[in-house]
C-alpha cells in the first residue's frame, strides 16, 4: 500500500471529517437540516438562500447510480501497469440521498457500463491514510 | 440594455508569428510577440497601451515583461473564454475612462510547456474529490457530460464525428491551420477527413477518439479595443462590440447542475443578446470554442441556435455540391458556418483557446479571410467555456 502510485488528496481542516468516515468505511455528507446533504464537504449548506453554517455529518447509504461516464484509455497511476490496465470507468455517481461525486466504477468490462445503472460503495484502502469511495455494480 | 452596444471597437488582432510546436519560446514571450503584431495590426504602439488584460500571467507580470505600467489591469484567468470576458471587461474599462487603449494579451507554452505554472493542488477541491480517481486532463473530464447528452437525446458518436471533418474542411483553406492541407501532409493525418475516419480514429477516452480532440499547441494572440470615435482614425476597419456575456457556474465538472446543459453559457449568452438587441437569427457566423467535437454543439444549443437535443441530428446534415462533394452543415458552403479558422481542433489549441476565436471572428468581419471568407459576414458571435463548462464568455461583433 506505501507505493501506491495514483494521486492522493489532502485533507483541509473542513473536510478531514469526511475523509476520516472514510477510513472507517463510512461515507459521510455534511447535511443541513432544512436542506439536506450536499457534496463536496463544505463547512456550510451551498444551497445560496440558505447558507446556514450548522451543519451536521449523516452517513450516506452508499447507492446511488452512474449518472454519466467515460471509459479512459489513458494509462493514468493508478491504472497504468500490467495488473491494472487501461481502459477503466470514471463515472459521475448520483448517490441516493442526491448530492453527486466522481468515482470510479469498478467493473469487469467497462464497456458494459450503462447511464443510470444501479451501483453501490467500495472502499478502496489505498494508503494507511486515505480510503477512496470507488463504486460498483449493485 | 444597450449601453454598452457600438461603444468600443477591436482595431487589432493577431495571432504569435507561427502556431504549433516552439520550443523556442516562453510563456512570456508567446503574450509579447502577440502583443506585437495585435498592435501593428492597429497601427499602434505599445506607447499607446493604457490597459492591460491577460490570462495564463498575472498582469503585473506581463506589464513588467513588456515595460509598461498600465493605469487599468484585469487578470481574470478562468480558462479559455477568458478573452470574451477580458473584450467584455475593456468595454466597460474604456467607456468608464479607466483606459483609452486596452491591450489583451495571451500566450501558452501548451506543447513544449516553457514556463508553464501547474495548478490545483492536492488540497483544492479538484485535488480531493476528482483527482484522485486517474482523471488525466481535459478528455477525461471534458467528455464526462457527453454520455448523459447521448442517454437523454439520442445524441451519438456519428453526429459529433461530423463537426470533425466540417472543422478539418476550413482548416484545408487556411494556411495557419495546423492540421490543414497546407501545414500537414496526410500520411501525418492532415488534409481532408470523413466522420468515418474520426470513429476509425485511436479511442482517447470514450466517447471521445483522436480526431474528437483538439490539437496540443504553444502559440498566443492579442487584441487591442479603443472607444466608438476613436476607432474610426484607424487604417483598417473596425470591429464593433455589440454585446457581450460571461458566467462562472461551477469549476469541477462533476457538479456541473446539469451535464446536458451548461448554466454558463446559457447565462453568458442572453446577456450577450440583450446587451446587442439581438437574438440567433442576427448572427452570420459563428466561432464556438472546439476543445472537443461536442464542446460547440452544447453551444448551438444553449445559445438557441437550434433546439435543445438536436444538436446531433442539426451538425450531422449534409448535402451534395456541384462536384458531388460532401458540404458539411457546418463547414464551407454549408448553411451554418462554424469555426472557419478550422477550429481548436484543426487549427491551433494552446490551452485557452478563446483568443483564436475571437481574432477569427474579427477577420471574418473585415473580410480578410481569403479562401476561407464566408459571404457577406456582418455579424459574428465568439464564444467559449472556461474550464469543463464551467465558466463563459460570448461576444458579439460587427464590422457596421
Redesign the interface.
Given at each position: 500500500m506505501a507505493d501506491y502510485a495514483?494521486?492522493?488528496?489532502?485533507?483541509?481542516p473542513e473536510?478531514q471529517p469526511y475523509w476520516d468516515g472514510l477510513k472507517e468505511h463510512k461515507l459521510m455528507l455534511p447535511t443541513c437540516d432544512d436542506c439536506g446533504p450536499h457534496?463536496?464537504p463544505r463547512p456550510f449548506c451551498p444551497t445560496p438562500a440558505c447558507f446556514n453554517w450548522d451543519i451536521k455529518w449523516t452517513q450516506a447509504s452508499g447507492k446511488g447510480k452512474v449518472?454519466?461516464?467515460?471509459?479512459?484509455?489513458?494509462p493514468?497511476?493508478?491504472?497504468n501497469t500490467e495488473d491494472n490496465p487501461p481502459?477503466?470507468v470514471?463515472a459521475?455517481i448520483e448517490l441516493e440521498e442526491g448530492p453527486?461525486?466522481?468515482?470510479?466504477l469498478i467493473i469487469d468490462d467497462?464497456?458494459s457500463t450503462e447511464?443510470?445503472m444501479d451501483v453501490e460503495i467500495v472502499y478502496d484502502d489505498v494508503t494507511d491514510e486515505?480510503t477512496?469511495p470507488?463504486f460498483k455494480p449493485a | 440594455m444597450d449601453q454598452i452596444r457600438h461603444k468600443v471597437a477591436i482595431v487589432g488582432a493577431a495571432e504569435t508569428d507561427d502556431l504549433g510546436q516552439l520550443p523556442h519560446m516562453s510563456r512570456l514571450a508567446l503574450h509579447a510577440q502577440s502583443a506585437k503584431n495585435a498592435l501593428d495590426d492597429a497601427g499602434m504602439s505599445l506607447a499607446d497601451v493604457d490597459g492591460l488584460l491577460c490570462a495564463g500571467a498575472i498582469p503585473n507580470e506581463v506589464a513588467e515583461y513588456l515595460g509598461i505600467q498600465p493605469r487599468y489591469v484585469d487578470g481574470t484567468s478562468v480558462g479559455g473564454c477568458s478573452f470574451m470576458i477580458h473584450v467584455r471587461h475593456a468595454v466597460a474599462a474604456i467607456m468608464a475612462g479607466y483606459c483609452d487603449v486596452a491591450l489583451v494579451t495571451h500566450g501558452e507554452s501548451g506543447r513544449s510547456g516553457v514556463d508553464m505554472p501547474r495548478g490545483g493542488g492536492s488540497a483544492s477541491p479538484g485535488g480531493q474529490y476528482e483527482a484522485p480517481f486517474a482523471i488525466g486532463g481535459a478528455p477525461t473530464t471534458f467528455s464526462i457530460p457527453v454520455l448523459r447528452h447521448f442517454h437523454e437525446y439520442g445524441t451519438t458518436k456519428e453526429h459529433l464525428a461530423h463537426i470533425a471533418a466540417a472543422t478539418r474542411a476550413w482548416a484545408n483553406l487556411n494556411p495557419m491551420a495546423m492540421m490543414g492541407s497546407h501545414r500537414r501532409a496526410p500520411e501525418r493525418g492532415g488534409g481532408p477527413i470523413t466522420p468515418q475516419d474520426v470513429l476509425n480514429s485511436r479511442m482517447i477516452c470514450y466517447p471521445f477518439n483522436l480526431l474528437d480532440c483538439c490539437v496540443v499547441a504553444d502559440g498566443g494572440g492579442a487584441l487591442v479595443l479603443v472607444s466608438e470615435e476613436r476607432a474610426k482614425d484607424f487604417a483598417k476597419d473596425p470591429v464593433y462590440v455589440l454585446g457581450a456575456g460571461e458566467a462562472a457556474a461551477h469549476w469541477m465538472v462533476s457538479q456541473m447542475r446539469d451535464q446536458t446543459t451548461a448554466d454558463g453559457y446559457r447565462i453568458s449568452g442572453e446577456a450577450a443578446y440583450k446587451s446587442a438587441g439581438l437574438g440567433p437569427q442576427d448572427i452570420d457566423h459563428c466561432m464556438f470554442y472546439d476543445a472537443f467535437t461536442f464542446t460547440p454543439l452544447m453551444a448551438a444549443e444553449d445559445l438557441g441556435f437550434v433546439p435543445k437535443g438536436e444538436g446531433g441530428p442539426f451538425f450531422a446534415e449534409t448535402k451534395t455540391g456541384p462536384d458531388g462533394e460532401v458540404i458539411y452543415k457546418s463547414g464551407p458552403g454549408g448553411d451554418f458556418p462554424m469555426n472557419t479558422n478550422g477550429g481548436g481542433l484543426s487549427y491551433c489549441h494552446t490551452g485557452m483557446y478563446g483568443m483564436f476565436a475571437i481574432i477569427e471572428s474579427v477577420r471574418q468581419l473585415r473580410g480578410e479571410c481569403g479562401d476561407r471568407q464566408v459571404p457577406d459576414v456582418n455579424v459574428s458571435m465568439a464564444h467559449g467555456p472556461g474550464g469543463m463548462f464551467a465558466s463563459a464568455g460570448t461576444i458579439i461583433l460587427s464590422n457596421a
Amino acid at each position: 500500500m506505501a507505493d501506491y502510485a495514483g494521486r492522493l488528496p489532502t485533507p483541509t481542516p473542513e473536510s478531514q471529517p469526511y475523509w476520516d468516515g472514510l477510513k472507517e468505511h463510512k461515507l459521510m455528507l455534511p447535511t443541513c437540516d432544512d436542506c439536506g446533504p450536499h457534496f463536496y464537504p463544505r463547512p456550510f449548506c451551498p444551497t445560496p438562500a440558505c447558507f446556514n453554517w450548522d451543519i451536521k455529518w449523516t452517513q450516506a447509504s452508499g447507492k446511488g447510480k452512474v449518472h454519466t461516464y467515460v471509459i479512459s484509455h489513458q494509462p493514468i497511476p493508478p491504472y497504468n501497469t500490467e495488473d491494472n490496465p487501461p481502459p477503466y470507468v470514471i463515472a459521475v455517481i448520483e448517490l441516493e440521498e442526491g448530492p453527486r461525486m466522481m468515482s470510479n466504477l469498478i467493473i469487469d468490462d467497462p464497456y458494459s457500463t450503462e447511464v443510470d445503472m444501479d451501483v453501490e460503495i467500495v472502499y478502496d484502502d489505498v494508503t494507511d491514510e486515505i480510503t477512496l469511495p470507488k463504486f460498483k455494480p449493485a | 440594455m444597450d449601453q454598452i452596444r457600438h461603444k468600443v471597437a477591436i482595431v487589432g488582432a493577431a495571432e504569435t508569428d507561427d502556431l504549433g510546436q516552439l520550443p523556442h519560446m516562453s510563456r512570456l514571450a508567446l503574450h509579447a510577440q502577440s502583443a506585437k503584431n495585435a498592435l501593428d495590426d492597429a497601427g499602434m504602439s505599445l506607447a499607446d497601451v493604457d490597459g492591460l488584460l491577460c490570462a495564463g500571467a498575472i498582469p503585473n507580470e506581463v506589464a513588467e515583461y513588456l515595460g509598461i505600467q498600465p493605469r487599468y489591469v484585469d487578470g481574470t484567468s478562468v480558462g479559455g473564454c477568458s478573452f470574451m470576458i477580458h473584450v467584455r471587461h475593456a468595454v466597460a474599462a474604456i467607456m468608464a475612462g479607466y483606459c483609452d487603449v486596452a491591450l489583451v494579451t495571451h500566450g501558452e507554452s501548451g506543447r513544449s510547456g516553457v514556463d508553464m505554472p501547474r495548478g490545483g493542488g492536492s488540497a483544492s477541491p479538484g485535488g480531493q474529490y476528482e483527482a484522485p480517481f486517474a482523471i488525466g486532463g481535459a478528455p477525461t473530464t471534458f467528455s464526462i457530460p457527453v454520455l448523459r447528452h447521448f442517454h437523454e437525446y439520442g445524441t451519438t458518436k456519428e453526429h459529433l464525428a461530423h463537426i470533425a471533418a466540417a472543422t478539418r474542411a476550413w482548416a484545408n483553406l487556411n494556411p495557419m491551420a495546423m492540421m490543414g492541407s497546407h501545414r500537414r501532409a496526410p500520411e501525418r493525418g492532415g488534409g481532408p477527413i470523413t466522420p468515418q475516419d474520426v470513429l476509425n480514429s485511436r479511442m482517447i477516452c470514450y466517447p471521445f477518439n483522436l480526431l474528437d480532440c483538439c490539437v496540443v499547441a504553444d502559440g498566443g494572440g492579442a487584441l487591442v479595443l479603443v472607444s466608438e470615435e476613436r476607432a474610426k482614425d484607424f487604417a483598417k476597419d473596425p470591429v464593433y462590440v455589440l454585446g457581450a456575456g460571461e458566467a462562472a457556474a461551477h469549476w469541477m465538472v462533476s457538479q456541473m447542475r446539469d451535464q446536458t446543459t451548461a448554466d454558463g453559457y446559457r447565462i453568458s449568452g442572453e446577456a450577450a443578446y440583450k446587451s446587442a438587441g439581438l437574438g440567433p437569427q442576427d448572427i452570420d457566423h459563428c466561432m464556438f470554442y472546439d476543445a472537443f467535437t461536442f464542446t460547440p454543439l452544447m453551444a448551438a444549443e444553449d445559445l438557441g441556435f437550434v433546439p435543445k437535443g438536436e444538436g446531433g441530428p442539426f451538425f450531422a446534415e449534409t448535402k451534395t455540391g456541384p462536384d458531388g462533394e460532401v458540404i458539411y452543415k457546418s463547414g464551407p458552403g454549408g448553411d451554418f458556418p462554424m469555426n472557419t479558422n478550422g477550429g481548436g481542433l484543426s487549427y491551433c489549441h494552446t490551452g485557452m483557446y478563446g483568443m483564436f476565436a475571437i481574432i477569427e471572428s474579427v477577420r471574418q468581419l473585415r473580410g480578410e479571410c481569403g479562401d476561407r471568407q464566408v459571404p457577406d459576414v456582418n455579424v459574428s458571435m465568439a464564444h467559449g467555456p472556461g474550464g469543463m463548462f464551467a465558466s463563459a464568455g460570448t461576444i458579439i461583433l460587427s464590422n457596421a
